[in-house]
């Protein structure tokens, strides 16, 4: 029989062993959940993508799924959660376009948008749309530049602190050649509340938050952001039909985890979130929304997000885009 020193050494060396397979990324509980940390706010175009995918790949894992929401100084709140998050693989994020505007705007972010990171999976394109309150007398892009050309006062304008939307409104109103009375806010939804209410004037939102309030004919679609109308407004026309041609900002979705997680870990997050979007519920909930699926290896990922932070600094810089 092992005396009591055989068996305290046993006891140790184990303890040494699951502590040293915990640190290596290997949860000791195959059954623990998945984290989803979305840094928006409830409402928000990347929390609709988790919450519907959530469902599909709690099933693929076999595991639950819990979405957090972590909001505030557009996204910056929550991705900096995300990178300190364990690296068991355990944790993913859905990050938006948000991620790369992050490092032209905060100069002294507590991350780096792309080396924090592991790629996971990217999603796709979402479609952003120019809506105006109903009590606005333009219909048309060109409707809307003249008008606010000729007001006395100008345009209230919601926008989302450091975000694509805000990219988005800094390049058409460059390109139009006018200038708002610009409003932040923390998320979209508080947005088109205010717009519905008459309080703001214009926003650019998710196409896909807008068109309920669109086709009962309480907010006016001017025009949508993507290179051909989206099918869930398909009667909207855009903002390259409007006389913009030259509009480039693009709005996408990825998963992402903390960079260090295990390479197994990784691989099998990206299996089961890959197999949850195949799923045929799935594939309707990304067509509800407009997403349109793009595939990228993970290293097609990394470039891809570098190339995205270059060109938004750029228009950071050029038409001085900031956190107010």
Known sequence: MPSVSHRRRFLVGLTSLLAGAAGNGFAADASAPLKLIVPT????????????????????????????????????????QLARAPKDGLVLGVVSSNHTIIPGIFKNAPFDAIADFEPI??????????????????????????????????????????SVYQIASEVFKEQAGIATNRIFYKGSAQITNDLLAGILDIAFVSAQGAAPHIAAGKLKAIAVNTPTRTEIAPQVPTLAESGFPKFDV??????VSPAGIPADSAAARRREIEAALAQPE???????????????????????????????????????VKVD
């Open 41 to 80: 706010p409830p409402g928000s175009a990347a929390d609709a993508l988790a919450r519907a995918l959530s469902v599909s790949l709690g099933r693929q894992s076999g595991r639950a799924v819990v979405i957090e929401n972590i909001a505030g100084a557009g996204s910056l709140v929550g991705t900096q």
């Open 121 to 162: 999976t990217m999603i796709g394109s979402l479609p952003m749309m120019l809506v105006a309150s109903r009590n606005v007398e333009a219909s048309t892009a060109a409707e809307l530049v003249k008008l606010a050309k000729s007001r006395s006062t100008t345009l209230a304008e919601g926008l989302v602190t450091g």
């Open 250 to 255: 693009d709005a996408w979705l990825a998963i």
């Open 282 to 320: 799935m594939k309707k909930a990304l067509q509800m929304q407009g997403i349109q699926l793009r595939r990228m290896t993970p290293a097609q990922m990394v470039e891809f997000m570098k190339a995205e932070v270059v060109r938004n600094e750029q228009v950071i810089q050029r038409v001085g």
